[in-house]
């Protein structure tokens, strides 16, 4: 049975919202939806799950206090109590001058369609179908040795935000995928690895050709070497570029909390990359994964540069940073779900692409690293200096070509310097499941060494 999006959330955040006491300001985040999962293994489907979630989270102000509560249920008769809670809860906070929910700012939402009937109404046949016709397109290759796993995801879910100040807005989105754990053997009795992937919006929007193509490129040939320490130019394949792009964000909008932290305290206008690098967040764009008519506090998403050309230009705001900085919401709200309150943050972020494919990049480059997978970036980056050492696998660059495959690599840099160095960006655009898109880029120098 098709699961339905029948905008029933609004008026269950309607319903919350009528119920303000004079001179209380409150907010009804509802959500409901839908995932499911399928993990196939030598054509055989080892295990199907899905799972149904809703909830409302309730956000009171009150004489400057601010109180939240959730429910992880939709049964109106549940309302009263979350409501009633987060005005307990309020009573327990400190007054805060920027306690506030945001008003209409007349930005119209943008007009995209995220929703695909095809996604929410297709089969469990017809996905473990997909999934098994990726596991043969692999396992066609002879330095395929067999195949952990293929996963198939999808997910279906709507949104509403109601308050006092007027604001009513209604999203819902799908999304599906579908990936391969590819196991290879170069014939050294060592077990080498690869991931292939593929999503979108609808089932018709997944490249399960690609996907396998990707997972084959990828798998070693030949065994893995340690490289030698070195300092050398280094290349971001997409997935990786799209990890770092999130870690810049997060140290561009996250407050300063000493002069000299890293990007957070640099004023608009500091230039911290090349003239060629522009960041922007835009999930305005339909075809990032990320993408949102309204952002969580129920404001219309827009457009944000973050650098332009390769200066900073603003920061993302949601009503409560925006009102500390004395600026508007940039229409940048996001929560984990109905169990959190708002906080601003990306969701599609992206570089505006170069004009060089990935051949062109790598054809000039002498000799250098293609960082292929990277893991601890994120939780490894100082937030004061945003210095990190990361965890990566790859491939050697020699005189434009790929050359060897290498793990167990540390490299190991900075975020400024990074930015700095970003000698190329290039026109391979991805899209991949969270808040960024990537491509491949060229970094003048960072360090490479054993673990």
Known sequence: ??????????????????????????????????????????????????????????????EGRVGFA????????????????????????????????????GVPAADIDLWSEDCAALSTEAKTALSRELERAVTASAKVRGVKSVRWGDAAAESAVVSTEGVESYSRRTSCFVSTYVLGDP??????????????RSPTEL?????????????????????????????????????????????LNNPATHPDQALAAAEPGHRVAPEHVTLVDDPTDPSAYGAARHDSEGLATRRN???????????????????????????SAVRA????????????????????????????????FLVQAISGLQAGTDPLSGRFSAAVSGRMVRDGELAEHVHHCTLASSIPEALGGLLAVGSDVRSFPGNARGMTVLIADMSLGAR
């Open 305 to 331: 540069v973050l650098l332009d050309r390769g200066c900073l230009a603003q920061r993302l705001h949601d009503s409560t940073s925006g009102h500390r900085a004395g600026v508007p919401s940039t229409g």
């Open 187 to 200: 014939g050294t009795g060592v077990t080498t690895t690869s991931t292939g992937y593929t999503v979108g």
């Open 1 to 62: 049975m098709t699961w339905q999006a029948d905008g029933a959330v609004v008026r269950i955040g309607r319903e919350v919202v009528s119920r303000a006491r004079p001179g209380e300001r409150v907010e009804a985040f509802v959500a409901r939806g839908v995932d499911s999962q399928i993990v196939v293994r030598e054509q055989t489907v080892e295990s199907v799950t899905r799972s149904d979630s809703g909830g409302v989270g309730v956000r009171v102000i009150a």
């Open 337 to 368: 779900g109905y169990k959190s309150l708002p906080r601003a943050g990306a969701r599609a972020l992206s570089l505006v692409p170069g004009d060089l494919d990935r051949a062109a990049l790598l054809s000039g480059v002498a000799h250098g």
């Open 207 to 251: 490249d399960v050709a690609a996907a396998a193509r990707e997972a084959l490129a990828a798998l070693p040939e030949a065994a893995h070497r340690r490289p030698r320490s070195q300092r050398l130019p280094v290349l971001f394949d997409p997935s990786v570029t799209a990890v770092f792009l999130a870690v810049v964000s997060g140290m």
């Open 70 to 105: 959730y429910s992880g249920s939709l049964d109106p008769a549940g309302l009263g109590r979350v409501l009633a809670d987060a005005r307990d809860n309020a009573l327990f906070t400190d007054v805060r001058g920027d306690a506030v929910l945001p008003r209409p700012d």
